[in-house]
């Protein structure tokens, strides 16, 4: 079983486009993460769900939107998608936001190809 | 804003060498610092973590931390070419809880 799994895999798209990513996880962790990583490798913090309680990175436009039904999962919706949207988006889990020597689990990456 | 800050590279080393790889960060009140190891086309994986100043060993990976100098780092000893990857310092704790990362150091080991 997969421990994080976020679909799809790849994700191609016209600009303008509205799109979505699902990410779950079966681990029972409280807190869940989308980071993207740009084409330098570059991991930056998009947003953290704990709780109900969402951390968003002041950087990210607001047409990025995380959505989480229940803790196992938080998708990822983007709207009028835009071609420096272009990426691969990785979900992460771990067991508590608040003990710090926590680690993250990644999913296996959503690579967001924008036209 | 916390920073951390890594080499890019790419660090080059024959195999069986020491390959070091070093990181800094701006965030004196930073508590945790990870390693994680991410293959090309992959997703990041721990590969080692420390708390505390001085050395932490495990197999060929020893992690190294000096919170004086706000310098964390990873050495691999007698390197092979499954060695070959970028190599991700993140750092937790501080200002927030959410792990901050480098842009990673891209290492290749040669036969």
């Known amino acids: 079983d997969t421990a994080v799994s976020q679909t799809p895999k790849y994700l191609v798209t016209q600009m303008g486009n509205d799109k979505s990513i699902k990410c779950e996880q079966n681990?029972?962790?409280?807190?869940m993460y989308w980071y993207k990583q740009d084409s330098k490798k570059f991991l930056k913090i998009m947003f953290s769900y704990n709780n109900k309680e969402l951390i968003i990175n002041e950087t990210v436009p607001n047409r990025f939107s995380p959505k989480s039904p229940d803790k196992a999962h938080l998708n990822l919706h983007i709207n009028s998608l835009e071609l420096g949207d272009s990426a691969v988006y990785f979900c992460?889990?771990?067991?508590?936001?608040?003990?710090?020597?926590?680690?993250?689990?990644f999913g296996s990456g959503t690579q967001l190809s924008v036209l | 804003q916390k920073e951390v800050e890594q080499n890019s590279g790419p660090l080059s080393v024959p195999e069986g060498a020491i390959a070091s790889l070093n990181c800094t960060y701006s965030d004196r009140g930073s508590q945790s610092f990870f390693w994680y190891r991410q293959y090309s086309g992959k997703s990041p994986e721990l590969i080692m973590s420390?708390?505390?100043?001085g050395d932490k060993e495990d197999g060929r990976f020893t992690a190294q931390l000096n919170k004086a100098s706000q310098y964390v780092s990873l050495l691999i000893r007698d390197s092979q070419p499954s060695d070959s990857a970028t190599y991700l310092c993140a750092v937790r704790g501080g200002g927030s809880y959410i792990p901050t990362f480098g842009r990673g150091t891209s290492l290749i080991v040669h036969p």
């Open positions: 992460a889990s771990s067991q508590d936001i608040g003990t710090v020597n926590e680690k993250l689990f």
């Open positions: 420390i708390y505390s100043n």
């Open positions: 681990l029972g962790h409280d807190t």
